[in-house]
Nanobody, 126 residues
Framework: QVHLVESGGRLVQAGDSLTLSCATS????????MAWFRQAPGKEREFVAA????????IYADSVKGRFTICSDNARNTMTQRMNNLKPEDTAIYYC???????????????????WGQGNQVTVSS
């Protein structure tokens, strides 16, 4: 059974860096595609980044490209997202997601992921 738990979210100032973690169980990163999504107040949940060793893909939303780095660590059963130069518009609840069956064209869409964490709040003050 797959279980995902996010941690690391907190209040930071604009320009700061922060690392989110997603502790996993029941996941083998060589078989599973993992992703981060986020949902800001009053907005739809949106794709942030995904990593798939199976597909050899690492992709980012344009809004975070060059600032965020997604990484999976099989030895620690943990996926992380390093977020640099944070902006107030990065304020959101961040969700970890996973799938063992997703295909390339689905990577950007919530519907492609069958497993989700509970979410972790990141707040960036200006």
């Amino acid at each position: 059974q797959v279980h995902l738990v996010e941690s690391g979210g907190r209040l930071v100032q604009a320009g700061d860096s922060l690392t989110l973690s997603c502790a996993t169980s029941g996941v083998t990163f060589t078989r599973y595609t993992m992703a981060w999504f986020r949902q800001a107040p009053g907005k739809e949940r949106e794709f942030v980044a995904a990593v798939s060793r199976r597909m050899g893909s690492t992709i980012y939303a344009d809004s975070v490209k060059g600032r965020f780095t997604i990484c999976s660590d099989n030895a620690r059963n943990t996926m992380t997202q390093r977020m640099n130069n944070l902006k107030p518009e990065d304020t959101a609840i961040y969700y970890c997601a996973g799938s063992g069956t997703i295909i390339q064209s689905q990577l950007w869409f919530q519907s492609g992921y069958g497993y989700w964490g509970q979410g972790n709040q990141v707040t960036v003050s200006s």
